[in-house]
């Protein structure tokens, strides 16, 4: 058992730390005040193939294992959550059109979408359907060489400022396998956008409802055959809960930097509130909690990698963990910085505002819990879980 990163992993996160630190960090209060979605920066990000780290290699992607996907975003994060949560969707959407698209979309997108010129969303949720995917009702029937969809989405990271969305629609009957997925031109006749819902955080990503009239969309942009949408869905997902957990793990390190270095600065009683014992017993629970939730994250992926058979359970243990410890990191980290960590003169209240929604989309960490419980309830349950 190694846990020390490879030296191509050392350069990988050496230049995602640049990008950040560089790129992302210096923007991020600005993006979050003027609800800017930084468009320009999601092109030079595709540059550095950040924009296509683990989608094939013949669209142009860097064909990543998850593992090394998750240090980059984790480094991604440290610099700016809600840009680096974007990108995370980006990915796991062109990754979608890269492994299961036909030659004529591959043709018509790939390469744009891999190297970030193009954007690309992912739609499941819908009004009536949020935690119980499977009973979505967003439909779309053959008519000759053409889908003619209708239905509608809601909470899609993006939409209106991205290119493609990848829709899961219902085909065939009730349940998983009556979905099928199809990847739509955002700008398709019948395509109507909602209003960019006023959030908590993520402010520098629209996140709006999608509607669905009439849309027609060639066969030749399903992904995969008709059916496997839902369990394509899923499995994009277990790789999303590994990057929306990275973000976390990002953003809660820089909470606890900034959070060591005002606890040194600030003085309290005639000495610095870092020599109260108080803050270094918080300290320490946020940093063995970091490592905690970081390491979790990290052995998932690795399991993902290597197709283990309980890969999808580590994925959501790994969620539900991180993004739970992380959120109460920044918390803790904003408390450490007193009244000044409540107003945006300091980026806590954002760090705090950007990961709380880890907790609720990717899977609630509720769903989370549940996946993880039923599988343990199992009777065969191996002996990879203990
Ligand atoms: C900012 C933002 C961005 C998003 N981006 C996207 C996107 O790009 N694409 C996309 O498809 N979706 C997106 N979502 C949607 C997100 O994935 C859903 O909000 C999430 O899956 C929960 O669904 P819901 O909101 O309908 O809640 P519900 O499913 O209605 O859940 C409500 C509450 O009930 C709990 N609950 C539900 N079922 C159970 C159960 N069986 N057992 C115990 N508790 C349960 C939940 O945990 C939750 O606490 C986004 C959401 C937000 C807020």
Redesign the pocket.
């Known amino acids: 058992m190694d846990f020390s990163l490879s030296d191509d992993q050392k350069a990988f996160v050496s230049t995602a730390r640049a990008f950040s630190r560089d790129t992302l960090a210096p923007g991020a209060a600005q993006w979050d005040e003027e609800h800017r979605f930084p468009v320009d920066v999601f092109k030079e990000a595709g540059d550095l193939g950040l924009m296509s780290l683990y989608a094939p290699e013949e669209i142009g992607g860097m064909n990543l294992p998850r593992l090394d996907a998750s240090l980059i975003f984790e480094e991604l994060a440290y610099g700016c959550t809600a840009t680096t949560a974007f990108m995370t969707?980006h990915n796991m959407a062109t990754n979608m059109v890269g492994r299961y698209g036909s030659e004529t979309l591959l043709e018509q997108w790939g390469e744009n979408l891999a190297s970030g010129q193009k954007l690309a969303?992912?739609?499941?949720?819908e009004p009536g359907s949020?935690?119980?995917a499977a009973s979505l009702v967003t439909c779309a029937k053959q008519d000759a060489d053409h889908y003619i969809v209708h239905g509608s989405?809601v909470?899609?990271?993006g939409a209106g400022a991205t290119d493609i969305l990848v829709v899961m629609v219902r085909t065939g009957g009730p349940g998983a396998k009556g979905v099928t997925a199809l990847a739509i031109p955002a700008e398709s006749d019948g395509i109507h956008y909602g209003k960019s819902e006023t959030?908590m955080g993520?402010n520098c990503q629209p996140?709006r409802q999608v509607t669905f009239d009439g849309v027609r969309v060639p066969v030749s942009y399903r992904l995969g055959d008709e059916g496997q949408g839902f369990n394509m869905a899923m499995e994009a997902l277990d790789g999303g809960r590994i990057n929306i957990a990275s973000c976390s793990v990002g953003t809660a390190q820089a909470a606890l930097d900034h959070a060591i270095a005002y606890s040194k600065e600030r003085e309290q009683f005639g000495q610095a509130i870092a020599d109260f014992q108080v803050t270094q017993f918080k300290l320490a629970d946020m940093v063995t909690e970091l490592v905690a939730a970081r390491q979790m994250v990290r052995l998932a992926a690795w399991k993902l990698d290597h197709n283990e058979p309980e890969a999808g359970i580590y994925c959501s243990m790994a969620k539900r963990l991180a993004t739970d410890l992380c959120f109460n990191i920044c918390n803790e980290a904003l408390q450490i910085h007193g009244g000044y960590g409540y107003i945006r003169e300091y980026p806590l209240e954002r760090f705090v505002r950007d990961t709380r929604?880890h907790q609720?989309?990717?899977?609630?960490n509720?769903?989370m819990r549940?996946i993880i419980g039923r599988r343990l309830l199992m009777d065969n349950v191996p002996e990879v879980i203990r």
Not at 121 to 125: D, F, G, H, N, R
Request: glycine content about 8%.
């Open positions: 969707i969303s992912y739609c499941l949720t949020g935690s119980d989405k909470f899609i990271s959030k993520w996140t929604v609720i989309l990717e899977g609630t509720e769903i549940m």
